[in-house]
């Protein structure tokens, strides 16, 4: 099977595969899929009759080589069939896995094929959108104070602004990017995956409006404080891939929060906002927020 190394200007061509999908990782957002490419790894693509196939290139960690489901409209291949397909491709494992495809089958039947591995770090929180929106409920009472404290110090005294990420202010919005990395360390490293994230939220809003991502920042006194990028991911549910926001305006990150919820998704009923990367400040704060489902996430690795 050829592969082909998957662009930004491969989104029209491929994007019908993804109609329908019902994969609720967020690693099954093509617009994501694209954007995550940088120094260390990248996504490539084939085209097997209506199947899209894809696998992800390790520059120096070629263990790490690995397939997603494929993913084609109306079809859960069996694990025989991914079994095949893997074969076909010369790779030897799957990422991804939401444990809707485990209970599909029977335990038994995959382990036929495969080793069935927990990828924890992966994990994704689930939300309701209207949970994250208007903050119902005593136990969202702190949020609310938050919220509350913030539109009285900036938001009712017109220090603030909510624009539309475009090709405009693109540039503006990747220079708060830099500036909020230097503030929380992030990207120092440029081989870990702080800075893979970093390097994918630039991917995403340079190419924006060419990727089927929707994006809002807010200024604070005419400068740029915060910034969330989403995209839609199944038929019900919206992702929100990237949200960065200033760490001394006290609030700022609640009130953000809740206009992504409200601005971002287009009446979708759930909101993805992926995973914890095993990071406990990370995990603490994405539990409160209290998530309706935490999807597993898990690797299949063929046996031989």
Same mark, same amino acid.
């Given at each position: 099977?050829?592969?082909?190394?998957?662009?930004?200007?491969?989104y029209?061509?491929?994007?019908?595969f993804?109609?329908?999908q019902?994969?609720?990782?967020?690693?099954?957002s093509?617009?994501?899929?694209?954007?995550?490419?940088?120094?260390?790894?990248a996504p490539?693509?084939?085209?097997?009759?209506?199947?899209?196939?894809i696998?992800?290139?390790?520059?120096?960690?070629?263990?790490?080589?690995?397939?997603?489901?494929?993913?084609?409209?109306?079809?859960?291949?069996?694990?025989?069939e991914?079994?095949?397909?893997?074969?076909?491709?010369?790779?030897?494992?799957?990422?991804?896995v939401?444990?809707?495809?485990?209970?599909?089958?029977?335990?038994?039947?995959?382990?036929?094929?495969f080793?069935?591995?927990?990828? %924890?770090?992966?994990d994704? !929180?689930?939300?309701h959108?209207?949970?994250?929106?208007e903050l119902k #409920?005593n136990? /969202?009472?702190? &949020?609310?104070?938050?919220?509350?404290q913030?539109?009285?110090?900036?938001?009712?005294?017109?220090?603030?602004?909510?624009e539309?990420?475009?090709?405009?202010?693109a540039?503006?919005?990747?220079?708060?990017l830099?500036?909020?990395?230097?503030?929380k360390d992030?990207?120092?490293d440029?081989?870990?995956?702080?800075?893979?994230?970093?390097?994918?939220?630039?991917?995403?809003?340079n190419?924006?409006?060419?990727?089927?991502?929707?994006?809002?920042?807010?200024k604070?006194?005419?400068?740029?404080s915060?910034f969330?990028i989403?995209?839609?991911l199944?038929?019900?549910?919206?992702?929100?891939?990237?949200e960065?926001?200033?760490p001394?305006? %006290?609030?700022?990150?609640? !009130?953000?929060?809740?206009q992504?919820?409200?601005?971002?998704?287009? #009446?979708?009923k /759930?909101?993805? &906002?992926?995973?914890?990367?095993?990071?406990?400040?990370?995990?603490k704060?994405?539990?409160?927020?209290?998530p309706?489902?935490?999807?597993?996430?898990?690797?299949?690795?063929?046996?031989?």
């Amino acid at each position: 099977m050829k592969f082909n190394k998957l662009k930004q200007e491969n989104y029209k061509q491929l994007k019908a595969f993804f109609k329908n999908q019902a994969n609720p990782l967020c690693a099954y957002s093509l617009s994501s899929v694209i954007c995550w490419e940088n120094k260390k790894f990248a996504p490539f693509y084939a085209i097997l009759d209506d199947t899209l196939v894809i696998t992800t290139l390790f520059v120096d960690k070629k263990e790490m080589n690995h397939l997603i489901l494929p993913v084609c409209q109306g079809k859960i291949f069996s694990p025989k069939e991914l079994f095949d397909i893997a074969k076909s491709c010369n790779r030897n494992q799957y990422w991804f896995v939401p444990q809707k495809y485990i209970k599909t089958f029977e335990k038994e039947d995959i382990e036929n094929y495969f080793e069935i591995h927990r990828q %924890k770090e992966y994990d994704d !929180y689930i939300y309701h959108a209207e949970d994250l929106s208007e903050l119902k #409920g005593n136990k /969202y009472s702190k &949020k609310r104070n938050l919220v509350n404290q913030f539109k009285k110090k900036f938001v009712q005294n017109s220090r603030t602004e909510i624009e539309t990420i475009t090709s405009e202010n693109a540039t503006k919005c990747i220079e708060f990017l830099e500036e909020w990395c230097r503030i929380k360390d992030c990207g120092s490293d440029k081989d870990d995956e702080f800075a893979c994230e970093k390097q994918a939220a630039i991917n995403a809003i340079n190419h924006i409006e060419n990727l089927g991502l929707r994006g809002i920042l807010i200024k604070i006194d005419k400068k740029i404080s915060a910034f969330g990028i989403a995209s839609k991911l199944t038929d019900d549910t919206g992702v929100l891939h990237f949200e960065k926001a200033m760490p001394d305006k %006290k609030g700022l990150y609640q !009130y953000f929060d809740k206009q992504c919820a409200k601005r971002l998704f287009n #009446g979708a009923k /759930y909101i993805n &906002k992926e995973s914890d990367m095993n990071i406990d400040g990370l995990a603490k704060a994405k539990k409160s927020y209290y998530p309706v489902e935490k999807i597993y996430s898990y690797r299949l690795v063929l046996k031989s």
